[in-house]
């Protein structure tokens, strides 16, 4: 019978914490499957395990002190040991889509700012191409509408803002239904739709980064190291050829 994929995130999530060690400092991704990381480093923290972890969100932030991980902001310290984050699609050179937390802009920061980097997911976000899971892409407010006509003229696909299913709220001069989306960062999240076709990531988020209204675009190039995968019969890993872990 298939395993619950709830269980799946967990078995990955629990496996990564192996990976953090005495004295690293640690990126704390964002998401539903890395939260069992956290929870994880939590209780080996308090069986006296010495690290200190840097959290990629706000909610990331409320569950690693809630579990009992001791917190430093990124620019204080020198760079990080490992990050461990979630993803939303990974393809077999380990380029990655994320920003279904719309925690991207920070995510990516702390990425670059980490050693080495360990991806947890379950087998569902394994593809052969990027794309099928919409884009996530982060955007100033200030004429959003601007900035998501410049991303459809590029890619020719469909971009929609990410929206709450809430109230109804005015952003500048038009109601946006169901009300936006707002990263912790004050931005908004802009899904371009473009089904697996992003056959390029490399070329595709230097050209979206070429858009000054994008503040950062969930394309994740070259970063990750290994990524562990749990499926119905176990858990597999993936390593980048040149990881440095
Ligand atoms: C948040 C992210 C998440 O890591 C990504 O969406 C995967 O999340 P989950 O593990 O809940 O599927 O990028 O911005």
């Not at 192996?18 to 964002?30: I, N, P, R, S």
């Not at 490992?82 to 380029?95: H, R, Y």
């Not at 109230?167 to 169901?178: M, P």
Request: glycine share 12%; with cysteine.
């Amino acid at each position: 019978m298939a395993a619950d994929v709830d269980a799946l995130k967990a078995e990955a999530g629990i496996a990564a914490a192996a990976f953090v060690k005495d004295g690293m400092k640690v990126g704390l991704g964002t998401g539903s499957t890395v939260k069992y990381t956290v929870i994880e480093l939590g209780r080996r923290v308090s069986e006296g395990l010495d690290i200190v972890g840097v959290p990629t969100s706000i909610e990331t932030e409320r569950l690693a002190k809630q579990v009992g991980i001791p917190l430093r902001e990124l620019g204080s310290l020198d760079g990080l040991d490992i990050v461990i984050d979630g993803a939303d699609e990974f393809d077999p050179q380990l380029q990655l889509i994320k920003g279904g937390g719309g925690a991207l802009l920070r995510e990516k920061i702390v990425a670059q700012s980490a050693a080495a980097m360990i991806v947890v997911a379950d087998d569902r976000k394994k593809v052969e191409t990027l794309g099928a899971f919409s884009l996530p892409i982060e955007v100033t407010p200030f004429s959003w509408q601007e900035t998501k006509r410049q991303i459809e003229r590029l890619f020719s696909c469909p971009c929609v803002l990410r929206t709450l299913g809430g109230e109804s709220v005015r952003l500048g001069d038009v109601v946006v239904e169901g009300g936006p989306f707002v990263t912790d960062n004050g931005n908004l999240i802009i899904d371009l739709h473009c089904g697996a076709s992003i056959d390029n990531p490399r070329a595709s988020e230097v050209a979206l980064l070429s858009l000054a209204g994008v503040c950062e675009v969930g394309l994740f190039i070259d970063i990750c190291d290994l990524v562990i995968m749990a499926a119905d019969d176990g858990i597999q890993t993936f390593s980048k050829a040149d990881s440095r872990l």
